[in-house]
């Protein structure tokens, strides 16, 4: 079990750099479409500039800038100590090092890691989740949240999320620069065919990119389960904890669509959605997690 869920994991992070590169490359694309539409060589080179520079600061403040939005107080030992210790001891039995631990003071259950890399991670959990869950409930989620940062997955999730809001705001620059009535120049066949491609661009480029954040979190929510299972060795704890947290439809109050992937479980509340809908929420339904846990049949991930 431990062998295939590791083959997995390298398996699922080289499938990430390899989509993260793909994303980066798309965004040059644009960058060079919209240099070679608007007969600018700038644009580019203002494109590769702001990726890499979103990029950069996304690695060094994506931590703090998380926590201030969902407006996280650090947590300290003497009023949260049940936490702390648990987080203490399975920190030691996955090899990480302890990471801070921050509480949101909020009554909807729910749980997040964050950082840059395992000696700068945060794990984050609700004032809601610590009432709710008994002792092996909570180290159910911890030990999920510990996986994200020994899976090496919070860097790799900001990064997507930056790229995909950076494509955005590239896709609105070009449809707003059209409405204002940018590059009248171009009268030709040649800018009318130019004119229709920058616009399927634009159209199809944030979906596909939405796409690829919602199937790294989708899939990295399985392999955190399964990692989280190894360090516990009790995966009804885990899964009595989801069920527990979808059946609290509270929305946060705090919720927001750029960091609701890093969540344990969908931040706007647990409602039920048609299977259509289900292919573009940032977290797998809960039955399919507590049917891979329990269920007696290994998810694929």
């Known amino acids: 079990m431990s062998a295939n869920i590791y083959t997995h994991q390298d398996s699922n992070i080289w499938k990430t750099w390899t989509l993260l590169a793909l994303f980066f490359s798309l965004v040059i694309a644009l960058g060079w479409f919209f ?3 608007y007969g600018n ?5 203002i494109a590769v500039f702001i990726a890499v520079f979103a990029n950069i600061f996304s690695y060094w403040f994506s931590d703090k800038i998380v926590l201030k939005l969902h407006r996280a107080k650090e947590a300290n030992r003497q009023e949260y100590f049940d936490l702390w210790n648990a987080t203490e001891n399975l920190s030691i039995t996955a090899g990480l090092p302890m ?3 921050y509480i949101i003071d909020d009554q909807a259950p729910n749980a997040f890691a964050t950082g840059r890399d395992q000696k700068h991670a945060v794990v984050c959990v609700t004032t ?8 092996n409930e909570l180290e159910g989620v ?3 949240e510990l996986s994200h940062i020994g899976n090496r997955d919070m860097l790799l999730s900001t990064v997507v999320v930056v790229m995909a809001g950076f494509v955005a705001l590239l896709s609105d620059f070009f449809l707003r620069s059209q409405i204002l009535g940018g590059n009248r120049g171009r009268n030709n066949n040649a800018g009318a065919v130019l004119l229709v491609i920058g616009l399927v661009l634009v159209i199809l480029t944030p979906i596909a990119a939405a796409l690829i ?5 989708r899939k990295r929510e399985f392999l955190a389960d399964a990692t989280g299972v190894l360090l516990t060795r009790y995966p009804e704890g885990l899964a009595s904890a989801l069920r527990k947290i979808s059946a609290a439809p509270t929305e946060m109050r705090t919720a927001n669509h750029a960091t609701a992937h890093l969540f344990i479980s969908n931040p706007f509340g647990n409602l039920k959605t048609s299977k259509l809908n289900n292919l573009f929420m940032t977290h797998p339904p809960v039955e399919e997690r507590v049917r891979a846990l329990v269920g007696g049949t290994e998810k694929e991930i």
């Open 41 to 45: 060589s700038v644009i580019l080179y």
């Open 142 to 144: 911890i030990a999920h």
């Open 128 to 135: 809601g989740l610590l009432k709710m869950l008994d002792r």
């Open 213 to 217: 954040r919602l199937a790294i979190s």
């Open 35 to 37: 240099s070679y539409y």
């Open 99 to 101: 990471p801070r631990l």
